[in-house]
């Protein structure tokens, strides 16, 4: 597994060919990552929380990159062999999961969401995706499970540098709806705009709107096009956002 430690630059990146994102109640385990380290920082250790990297996923590319948390630079750590990483990593996932189960146990509610969403979260598809890190070992790929489909794992040292990555086809269903939005979700600006034409040419037709209101009339478009100038430039930026992202 290619890794890399630099500042401001993932560790790693995975794609979900490779391995599946869990998710409870609907929503992706991944976006608890802060709850869940800090509940990790203050109820185990600082090394327990750096287990989990912090993840920003990419639903339209299939991907999440995987970084290491800020709070990790003060942790002193010393290298050793790989079964004493693993055995270092089991140790610190056992804690974790008594932590968990104490937390399902709990007489609230809070809590005991809070403990199955840890509980999901300290799943990872092999000890293959157990990492030595500057400051200890991590996990790439917590809250995962591997993809039935295809087992052999596909890792991205950067964007646009592919292994093995394929059509993302296991996206969680809100991203789902993103790929099928197509020219319907701009009939409201397509009609907007229709609309506008029609109030502007309007009074060319002869008898349709009485003479005394035609001095008056041009406040109409006037006020909807001041309406959908704003609204056109957000929809355009946030389209040029997504172009990028991608």
Same mark, same amino acid.
């Given at each position: 597994?290619?890794?890399?430690?630099?500042?401001?630059?993932?560790?790693?990146?995975?794609?979900?060919?490779?391995?599946?994102?869990?998710?409870?109640?609907?929503?992706?385990?991944?976006?608890?990552?802060?709850?869940?380290?800090?509940?990790?920082?203050?109820?185990?250790?600082?090394?327990?929380?750096?287990?989990?990297?912090?993840?920003?996923?990419?639903?339209?590319?299939?991907?999440?990159?995987?970084?290491?948390?800020?709070?990790?630079?003060?942790?002193?750590?010393?290298?050793?062999?790989?079964?004493?990483?693993?055995?270092?990593?089991?140790?610190?996932?056992?804690?974790?999961?008594?932590?968990? =189960?104490?937390?399902?146990?709990?007489?609230?509610?809070?809590?005991?969401?809070?403990?199955?969403?840890?509980?999901?979260?300290?799943?990872?598809?092999?000890?293959?995706?157990?990492?030595?890190?500057?400051?200890?070992?991590?996990?790439?790929?917590?809250?995962?499970?591997?993809?039935?489909?295809?087992?052999?794992?596909?890792?991205?040292?950067?964007?646009?540098?592919? =292994?093995?990555?394929?059509?993302?086809?296991?996206?969680?269903?809100?991203?789902?709806?993103?790929?099928?939005?197509?020219?319907?979700?701009?009939?409201?600006?397509?009609?907007?705009?229709?609309?506008?034409?029609?109030?502007?040419?309007?009074?060319?037709?002869?008898?349709?709107?009485?003479?005394?209101?035609?001095?008056?009339?041009?406040?109409?478009?006037?006020?909807?096009?001041?309406?959908?100038?704003?609204?056109?430039?957000?929809?355009?930026?946030?389209?040029?956002?997504?172009?990028?992202?991608?």
């Amino acid at each position: 597994m290619n890794l890399q430690f630099i500042t401001g630059k993932p560790v790693t990146t995975t794609n979900f060919n490779a391995v599946q994102p869990l998710g409870v109640g609907g929503q992706l385990v991944l976006e608890q990552w802060e709850v869940l380290f800090q509940i990790l920082k203050h109820e185990i250790s600082l090394q327990c929380a750096g287990l989990l990297l912090e993840p920003v996923i990419d639903r339209q590319r299939g991907e999440v990159d995987w970084y290491l948390p800020a709070d990790l630079n003060s942790l002193a750590y010393s290298a050793g062999s790989r079964d004493a990483l693993l055995q270092n990593a089991h140790r610190l996932i056992a804690q974790a999961k008594q932590l968990a =189960q104490r937390m399902v146990q709990s007489s609230d509610v809070v809590q005991r969401q809070k403990g199955a969403i840890l509980a999901q979260a300290l799943s990872y598809p092999t000890d293959e995706y157990i990492i030595e890190t500057p400051y200890g070992p991590a996990l790439v790929a917590w809250g995962h499970q591997s993809n039935e489909t295809d087992k052999k794992a596909a890792f991205v040292t950067a964007k646009g540098d592919q =292994q093995g990555y394929k059509s993302m086809s296991i996206l969680p269903a809100p991203n789902l709806a993103n790929h099928n939005r197509g020219i319907i979700s701009y009939w409201p600006w397509l009609f907007a705009i229709l609309l506008l034409l029609i109030l502007t040419f309007l009074p060319w037709w002869e008898g349709v709107i009485p003479m005394q209101y035609c001095r008056y009339y041009w406040l109409g478009p006037l006020i909807l096009l001041l309406l959908l100038v704003p609204l056109i430039a957000m929809m355009l930026r946030n389209r040029s956002l997504s172009v990028r992202g991608r």
